[in-house]
């Protein structure tokens, strides 16, 4: 039986960006930039270190929605800014609630904030089918 | 940044990618917090959907066989994007990149063996705050010529 959504739903993902995640990242995406894989280029670009692809925050966030509609086949649209960098060893809490459904497809709002509570996406929304 | 508006407009592509089985696996598992070693890209965490690195359970599931995990298109449709970066008559010191926003559309599930061909374009180029952003739109489309992914793109130039 398809589940039921309701807007006002709420879904909660948690992610730890480990030590080596920038590395392992780069080396599954091809994105090499130095600011990710080096600490040393980070410091150098004014970063205080290096930070994980943004994306790869982006990518959490499709897991979460996909985790919350049970396929990741139904993720439809996924949109974020990319407010503060997310660190080695950061923990991020990504929140969801659903604020829209309507035919066949739901609509959610996602906050991002690592351990000190600061968000590290702004305006994040995800949308997924779920006909 | 001063950023030169004549290059909105500017297009970057095709570009070509075949979706390969263990590099779709790969990313779903560098993403979803494996850890890799020789010759393996880890044992999945249990939240990783079988749906995007099991062969045999992917069969039976809703799809009839492995997806794509989502943001795996980046992999590709993120080549515009990275051109225009780069491009030498942009002159952007790509140490001082950031990226700023991001939006992707997914309008298909992919699926190992797709052939998909992104082109893309610089949207917009501008100032503020006395930095630079550089907005990259991109299209994706599979082997069919169905529209599969579509991208806009957004970076910060720091000073």
Redesign the interface.
């Known amino acids: 039986m398809p589940r039921n959504y309701q807007p006002g739903d709420t879904f909660t993902?948690v992610?730890?960006c480990?030590r080596?995640?920038p590395i392992?990242?780069a080396?599954?995406?091809?994105?090499y930039?130095?600011?990710h894989i080096d600490p040393e280029?980070g410091t150098?670009?004014?970063l205080n270190g290096n930070i994980l692809?943004?994306?790869?925050t982006?990518?959490?966030v499709?897991?979460a929605i996909?985790?919350f509609v049970e396929?990741?086949?139904r993720?439809?649209?996924?949109?974020?800014?990319?407010s503060r960098?997310v660190r080695p060893e950061d923990t991020i809490t990504f929140q969801g609630r659903v604020t829209a459904v309507q035919d066949g497809r739901l609509t959610a709002e996602v906050s991002a904030t690592n351990q000190r509570g600061e968000d590290v996406l702004k305006g994040a929304v995800v949308e997924a089918f779920i006909g | 940044m001063a950023l030169d508006k004549q290059f909105i407009g500017r297009e970057y592509g095709p570009y070509r990618y075949t979706l390969g089985e263990e590099k779709m696996r790969e990313f779903t598992l560098a993403v979803g917090g494996a850890k890799p070693g020789a010759g393996t890209p880890g044992e999945p965490p249990a939240h990783v959907s079988p749906l995007l690195h099991d062969a045999r359970a992917a069969q039976a599931g809703p799809h009839g066989g492995l997806i794509a995990f989502p943001s795996f298109a980046v992999v590709f449709a993120i080549r515009p994007f990275s051109a225009a970066l780069a491009d030498p008559a942009l002159n952007i010191n790509l140490r001082m990149v950031v990226h700023g926003e991001q939006d992707l559309e997914f309008l298909d599930v992919m699926r190992p063996g797709d052939v998909m061909t992104t082109t893309g374009r610089i949207a917009d180029l501008y100032e503020r705050a006395r930095m630079g952003f550089v907005i990259v739109t991109s299209e994706s489309r599979n082997q069919h010529g169905a529209l599969v992914v579509k991208g806009t793109w957004s970076a910060i130039i720091r000073g």
């Open positions: 993902h992610r730890e480990d080596y995640r392992y990242y080396g599954a995406s091809g994105d930039n130095p600011i280029a150098a670009a004014g692809q943004g994306l790869c982006l990518g959490w499709v897991e996909a985790g396929d990741p086949g993720v439809r649209r996924v949109k974020a800014r990319f960098p």
